[in-house]
């Protein structure tokens, strides 16, 4: 079964730190992994997007990892600010499936704190 | 563009009543998507559409539930009798599905954009 885990469920850190928020998946054949960033009242907005050939992506002072080896990813945020306080979403597609091939994981809360 | 376009953007009815929620895709795209969103199980795909054709609404959870795509510009979802368990937030998502190398490039991999949501709370 395909599935996709987050991890933290939740985080808070203070204003100007960095972090790391981690993505493992079962998903099979994978095809691609994207990160949404999901404000509060707001839907889910594609930060970056992963390919199976593609290690490290940066999106600004968000930097994605990609193993395809162990199937993990990582989302990292550099010197936090306040609007980075939201959901990040960890969305895996796979190359054959139905439903668009899409595996969405519960996402971890982020709270910048001043 | 003015984005996927969902109204209404909160509903707050009574158990039994139906409820019709609304969403207007972005130009253009193909697919449009329907998703439910709690806590406790984060985004859920309901049904999803291809060239307004319901395409899997395996995640459809009863009978209450149905969706309609009259055409390309407009997408309902409908439930009917609501209860106190499908309070939810609702969201609507299109994209321009198409292969790999297709005309917007390598790299678009059918990303979908999301509407703001419905905040639906069923008393």
């Known amino acids: 079964k395909n599935q996709v885990e987050q991890s933290p469920q939740s985080l808070i850190i203070l204003e100007g730190k960095n972090c790391t928020l981690q993505?493992?998946?079962?998903?099979?054949?994978?095809?691609?992994l994207r990160w949404y960033k999901q404000d509060t009242g707001r839907g889910p907005v594609s930060l970056t997007i992963?390919?199976?050939?593609?290690n490290t992506k940066s999106n600004g002072r968000y930097t994605a990892t990609l193993d395809a080896d162990t199937k993990q990813s990582s989302l990292h945020i550099t010197a936090s600010q306040l609007s980075d306080s939201a959901s990040y979403i960890c969305?895996?597609?796979?190359?054959?499936?139905?439903?668009?091939?899409?595996?969405f994981g519960k996402g971890t809360h982020l709270i910048i704190q001043p | 563009d003015a984005g996927v376009i969902q109204s209404p953007r909160h509903e707050v009815t009574e158990m039994g009543q139906e409820v019709t929620l609304r969403c207007k895709p972005i130009?253009?795209?193909?697919?449009l998507f329907w998703y439910r969103q709690t806590m406790m199980r984060g985004l859920e795909l309901l049904i999803y559409?291809?060239?307004?054709?319901?395409?899997?609404d395996s995640g459809m959870p009863e009978d209450r539930f149905s969706a309609k795509m009259p055409n390309a510009s407009f997408s309902t979802l409908k439930i009917q009798p609501s209860e106190p368990r499908d309070s939810a937030v609702y969201f609507c998502?299109?994209?321009?599905?198409?292969?790999?190398?297709?005309?917007?490039?390598?790299?678009?991999?059918?990303?979908?954009?999301f509407g703001p949501g419905t905040r639906l709370t069923v008393l």
């Open positions: 559409f291809n060239n307004n054709v319901p395409i899997d």
């Open positions: 998502a299109s994209s321009l599905k198409q292969g790999v190398f297709g005309l917007a490039g390598v790299g678009s991999y059918n990303e979908q954009f």
């Open positions: 992963m390919t199976f050939s593609e």
């Open positions: 969305v895996v597609r796979n190359s054959g499936g139905g439903a668009d091939g899409l595996t």
């Open positions: 993505c493992n998946y079962t998903v099979s054949p994978f095809s691609n």
């Open positions: 130009s253009g795209h193909n697919s």
